[in-house]
């Protein structure tokens, strides 16, 4: 699996947009680009997946370049409850095999008022 | 919305113990998962879980662990002689079929295990 990397921490205020770049040099031809989120002493959740281009849910956008070696989550107008561990994760879909999530550190982002 | 569900919340028990954590996934899916998150650290994957059998493990997932889908809704992770790094956050987690282009597994909220 592609390894990924990703900032540490990111600082915002409330109501501005922010993207949290991710680098995937490796990624595989079957690879997807998933990205979770975090609360503190909660499970991470699945926020939105894609393979390229831009996908976009009622929660966030991914872009994804045409070279697929980085992606970027786009959260629109954060609030003080999107302060959370973001992570970047690339995934297998191939085959009927079950697929491990290996997570990073993650990045930290701190949403202010 | 459908979620997996763990019991106990928080576990606390001493050194040498065995200890059971429970999980009930989501009623459809077929592939389940153990992860764990030691305070402060990252989310590790221990085991996967499909028709029965283990699919892949880590090399965490020891000779002390053991899973096990006892009846059809329950699945568990035992640990049969707890160590003190052994402390840490049980994520459960459970996937449905990989058609239609989109994997995602749901996570339980945890089960916070405490070795002393």
């Known amino acids: 699996l592609a390894k990924t990397t990703q900032p540490i921490s990111m600082d915002s205020y409330e109501g501005q947009e922010v993207n949290i770049t991710c680098s995937h040099n490796?990624?595989?031809?079957?690879?997807?680009i998933t990205w979770y989120q975090q609360f503190p002493s909660q499970g991470p959740r699945f926020i939105i997946q894609?393979?390229?281009t831009k996908v976009t849910n009622e929660v966030a956008s991914l872009f994804i370049p045409a070279d697929r070696k980085s992606s970027t989550l786009s959260l629109p107008r954060v609030s003080l409850s999107d302060t959370a561990v973001y992570y970047c994760?690339?995934?297998?879909?191939?085959?009927?095999?079950?697929?491990?999530?290996?997570f990073g550190t993650g990045t930290l982002l701190a949403v202010q008022p | 919305e459908p979620e997996v569900t763990q019991t106990p919340s928080h576990q606390v028990t001493q050194m040498g113990q065995e200890v059971i954590l429970r999980c009930v996934p989501i009623?459809?899916?077929?592939?389940f998962y153990w992860y764990r998150q030691i305070l402060g650290q990252k989310v590790e994957f221990l085991v996967s879980?499909?028709?029965?059998?283990?699919?892949?493990k880590s090399e965490i997932f020891d000779d002390q662990f053991s899973v096990e889908r006892p009846d059809g809704s329950n699945f568990t992770l035992k640990i049969r002689s707890t160590k003190l790094e052994d402390s840490a956050m049980y994520f459960c987690?459970?996937?449905?079929?990989?058609?239609?282009?989109?994997?995602?597994?749901?996570f339980g909220p945890g089960t916070r295990l405490t070795v002393t």
């Open positions: 490796n990624i595989a031809t079957n690879d997807y």
């Open positions: 994760l690339v995934v297998s879909l191939q085959g009927g095999a079950t697929n491990k999530l290996i």
């Open positions: 987690a459970s996937s449905g079929s990989l058609a239609g282009g989109k994997y995602e597994q749901y």
């Open positions: 009623s459809n899916h077929l592939y």
């Open positions: 879980f499909y028709n029965n059998e283990i699919s892949e």
């Open positions: 894609g393979y390229k």
